[in-house]
């Protein structure tokens, strides 16, 4: 409840049957999808109404081929501005190939793969109608942009701009596992003041102000049952965590991505991602 802030129910329910308290992401895509929502709070942080709480999420419910989020309303329309492809400078800002579609439970995000076709990932924002969601959107083109003729969420196939792009670059630029993993567990840092997320020299990279201290957050992190160590990932200052010594980040690191992880790319020496609080 900790780590994902479920209501009591919905953990139990969760659990029941379950091998793993919090699973892992099952596939590359669904990872890359999560990761791009971790990215999100940068804008959200820059553009959400300070009078009212930064974190966005009132829970997270991991699954193995999808993730469920429950979206606090103040937070929709920055959230939206954060994930929807949108044309800028004839280049595209956004998430290219983010798709929406709608049913009784909620909006589902979706990813379009680089050949146009949909990608098995999934990431449920539940609760939130289509009417809710097209304000949400119309509150972000007032705010920021012209026309929401530009947000290309709702096209059923990629557009020209969003083809160009990813013929040209990736959609992320550091492998997207501990980024999802950090997603399903980031109710941890709910009480920060803000969190921050981008991606440099093909590292994840995670700062928040206020909250939980950084050695209280390392210690859930590998925690045998909740934690997202496992599978070869490791923390570089787990040493650390058992001395007086200070501790100014935490430092993930996993395995080398394999041949049919990202299409096949092995630009990734390594799976990393730093976490510090900014005090």
């Excluded at 954060?82 to 995000?109: C, F, H, N, Q, W």
Aim: glycine letters at 6%; a positive charge.
């Amino acid at each position: 409840m900790d780590c994902t802030g479920e209501p009591y129910q919905l953990v139990k329910t969760g659990l029941s049957g379950s091998r793993q308290a919090i699973p892992a992401a099952a596939t590359a895509a669904q990872q890359e999808l999560e990761a791009h929502i971790l990215l999100a709070l940068r804008d959200i942080r820059q553009l959400r109404n300070h009078d009212l709480p930064f974190y966005p999420f009132r829970y997270a419910t991991p699954k193995r081929q999808s993730l469920e989020l429950s979206v606090l309303p103040h937070t929709l329309g920055a959230f939206i501005f954060g994930l929807a492809p949108r044309s800028k400078d004839y280049e595209i800002a956004g998430v290219p190939g983010l798709r929406v579609t709608s049913s009784r439970r909620g909006v589902t995000l979706r990813l379009l793969g680089n050949d146009g076709h949909p990608t098995e990932a999934n990431v449920l924002i539940k609760g939130v109608t289509p009417k809710q969601w097209s304000k949400a959107m119309s509150w972000a083109n007032d705010e920021y942009l012209e026309t929401t003729k530009d947000f290309f969420v709702h096209e059923p196939v990629l557009t020209t701009a969003e083809s160009r792009f990813m013929s040209r670059y990736r959609r992320l630029r550091a492998h997207p596992m501990l980024a999802s993993r950090v997603l399903r567990r980031l109710h941890l840092l709910s009480t920060a003041h803000w969190i921050d997320a981008w991606t440099a020299d093909s590292t994840v990279k995670i700062e928040w102000s206020g909250g939980p201290q950084l050695r209280e957050v390392a210690r859930r992190l590998i925690d045998p049952d909740v934690g997202l160590l496992g599978e070869e990932v490791r923390l570089r200052q787990r040493k650390l965590l058992d001395s007086d010594r200070e501790l100014y980040s935490l430092d993930f690191q996993g395995p080398a991505p394999q041949a049919d992880d990202a299409g096949g790319d092995r630009s990734y020496p390594e799976v990393t991602l730093v976490m510090r609080r900014i005090d």
